[in-house]
């Protein structure tokens, strides 16, 4: 057998510019619970009554997440049409939000794609926001690195391509709490905002220092996120048990511009909760199932 010396892979560890190999993604092992759940064919929709800062004011809107299995081409980054040896299974969160800020309406929905057979990061992640004076959209495919595509309306933030080093996902967080809250990063570490915070507050797509606790209030589990540098704050409040539901959450952040910069907290509330195979429900005989949401035609 070739025997190879220590010091030799210290060298080969210079060489590569990194001081320790990572160790591969775990299998996860689902609970039957978990299975029962998530792969019984159905989605789970829950809307919220929204009130978001935003023009140094508050706009009363509504948030939708639906949370969804779906089969996965890894190649691709796409949903696969069927179940196959190329598939891998995830848990997929489709978030919108809509508000009106003054005669125009904001349109915003951010997906995140994660794996569900290996511990680890996001697959996917991207954003739109579309209003009267245009549409913004980013996207994180995880390949070797984190590849962002971002394109935007505003003079400087136009078409860009990069890379990013991996970090944790604040989009992604949504969909750990689902799996396994046990799974929730804690303590000082970096993370990548939201993709929606970013683009509507004009910040640069990368890591920030952000401090992660874990706590209970009340009958509910909760986890926040504080960004120094960002002067915000995420707070996120969940059912203890299985299934984790998200019953609300709250972000406090600077808004407005200039002198009129104050900081409001964007509340949102759960208000009703579904478990269905949406997909086949378009046709016109189906609308009393957002009235079912509380969500408006």
């Known amino acids: 057998m070739l025997k190879i010396s220590k010091f030799a892979i210290i060298l080969f560890l210079i060489f590569i510019g990194c001081d320790k190999i ?18 019984d064919g159905t ?18 809107g509504t ?15 796409v949903k696969a049409n069927e179940t ?46 579309q209003e009267w004076c245009g549409q913004q959209f980013i996207q994180l495919n995880n390949r070797t690195h984190f590849e962002m595509n971002s394109h935007s ?6 078409d860009k391509q990069f890379n990013l080093p991996k970090a944790h996902l604040e989009n992604e967080i949504w969909n750990l709490i689902r799996i396994d809250p046990a799974e929730l990063p804690t303590g000082e570490i970096d993370m990548i905002p939201s993709f929606e ?45 299985f299934p984790y539901e998200i019953e609300k959450w709250e972000e406090i952040i600077p808004s407005g511009s200039g002198e009129n910069t104050k900081m409001l907290t ?14 086949n429900k378009n046709g016109k005989n189906d609308l009393s199932l957002r009235e079912k949401l509380g969500l408006k035609k």
């Open 153 to 158: 309306y505003f003079e400087g933030e136009a």
């Open 22 to 39: 990572p160790d591969p993604p775990q299998d996860r092992k689902l609970s039957s619970e978990f299975k029962e759940y998530w792969f």
């Open 63 to 77: 948030a939708v997440k639906i949370f969804v299995k779906e089969d996965f081409l890894p190649e691709e980054q």
């Open 84 to 129: 196959s040896e190329r598939t891998f299974p995830i848990l997929k969160l489709n978030s919108t939000k809509e508000f009106i800020t003054g005669i125009y309406p904001y349109s915003i929905m951010e997906s995140s794609f994660f794996p569900l057979h290996k511990e680890g990061h996001a697959t996917k992640v991207s954003a739109s926001i």
């Open 43 to 60: 989605a789970e929709i829950t809307s919220y009554n929204l009130e978001q800062a935003r023009y140094g004011e508050m706009r009363e």
């Open 266 to 279: 964007t509340k949102a509330i759960k208000n009703k909760r579904l478990k269905i195979d949406y997909w």
């Open 197 to 241: 915070f970013l683009k509507l507050n004009h910040r640069e797509a990368k890591a920030y220092k952000v401090s992660a606790k874990k706590d209970t209030e009340d009958s509910l589990s909760t986890y926040t996120l504080n960004y120094p540098d960002l002067n915000r704050t995420l707070k996120i409040f969940y059912q203890k048990d």
